[in-house]
Nanobody
Framework: QVQLVESGGGFVQAGGSLRLSCAAS???????????MGWFRQAPGKEREFVAA????????HYADPVKGRFTISRDNAKRSVYLQMNSLKPEDTAVYYC?????????????????WGQGTQVTVSS
């Protein structure tokens, strides 16, 4: 069984912060270090979009332009977990945030390249 479980979403006022966590479990993630991990989000009426991704080592990360300088992705391979620190949140950041995993490297921003997805966690930012 393959499972990605997100947590940490919630309701926050504009300018506030949240930290999302994603824990991986299952046989497919026995070698968690071999996976590129990503965060995506989907707002009501919009398509799912890339937010951030990190390579196996944690040394290479990519961010969507709207979140650069405000969000930070990190990972702890020993805990099979990936995190998204979100600062200076804006109402337009309101969405369901999904954790995703893809074997190997590359294709950080390509939604279709991630075979494993979590169930999502709601983030709501009020103005």
């Amino acid at each position: 069984q393959v499972q990605l479980v997100e947590s940490g979403g919630g309701f926050v006022q504009a300018g506030g912060s949240l930290r999302l966590s994603c824990a991986a479990s299952g046989r497919a993630f026995s070698i968690f270090i071999s996976y590129t991990m990503g965060w995506f989000r989907q707002a009501p009426g919009k398509e799912r979009e890339f937010v951030a991704a990190i390579d196996w080592s944690g040394g290479i990360s990519h961010y969507a332009d709207p979140v650069k300088g405000r969000f930070t992705i990190s990972r702890d391979n020993a805990k099979r977990s990936v995190y998204l620190q979100m600062n200076s949140l804006k109402p337009e950041d309101t969405a369901v945030y999904y954790c995703a995993a893809r074997p190997g490297g590359g294709g950080f921003t390509d939604t279709s390249g991630y075979p494993y997805w979590g169930q999502g966690t709601q983030v709501t930012v009020s103005s």
